[in-house]
């Protein structure tokens, strides 16, 4: 990794924030990591520059206190990873966390501090790139004036960004929306097969009508466009 990551572990707790450290210094060695241990320190931290992810355990603040300075981070670097890494399990709830795009989640165990440094890593890596290599389009999915539900899909429909308006519409969290097959929201197989062998083949631009099956089993019926990039 040629460049430092800039990331920001938010924990009450010295002891978990000091474990989830050095577990991400195993990962990678050069990290730039700050603690946090109040919304006041996010805030001073985000006022000193651009951060690439912020880890949040939730459950030692107001979680929409912490959304909002997440907000203000991403109007600095819109691309940066917001992280919940918390031992409750149902809080804050996947309905509570739409639109707000948080990037993953992980539960705080012995697993989770061994998994979580190599899954934000990667997604920090992926976003980077995403950016470098499609900068317009990632511009156009996240730009405040587009209005529409946007997201940039990857190679056999995988969804690689995601912005809140779609969030809302599809009344998933943004962690459950990345690295999701599209077409898994379809509910006829046939136009699955359809949809999937449009994302997969090399059309300039797809459209269409299509139902979706959203949260709680309802179906909506969208009108989807899209157009190609470069690669997959």
Known sequence: MNYKYRILIFDEDPHDRGLLSLALRNAEPALELLEASSALEIAQHVSRGPLDALIVDETDASFHEIARLAAELRRQTPLSVLWL????????SARECIGLGVDGRTTKSSAGFLGLPRALLDRISGMRSLRERHQAEVEAVFADSFGLPACLVGEGGVVRLANPAL????????????????????????????????????????????????????????AMSGRAVEDN
Do not use: N
């Open 85 to 92: 890494f918390t031992a409750s399990v149902g809080l804050p």
């Open 167 to 222: 969030e809302a519409l599809l009344e998933l969290p943004r962690y459950a929306l990345l690295d999701l097959p599209l077409d898994r929201l379809i509910a006829d197989s046939e136009a699955k097969a359809t949809w999937r062998g449009r994302f997969e083949g090399t059309h300039a631009s797809v459209s269409g009508t299509v139902q979706l099956q959203v949260e709680g089993g309802r179906a909506m019926t969208l």
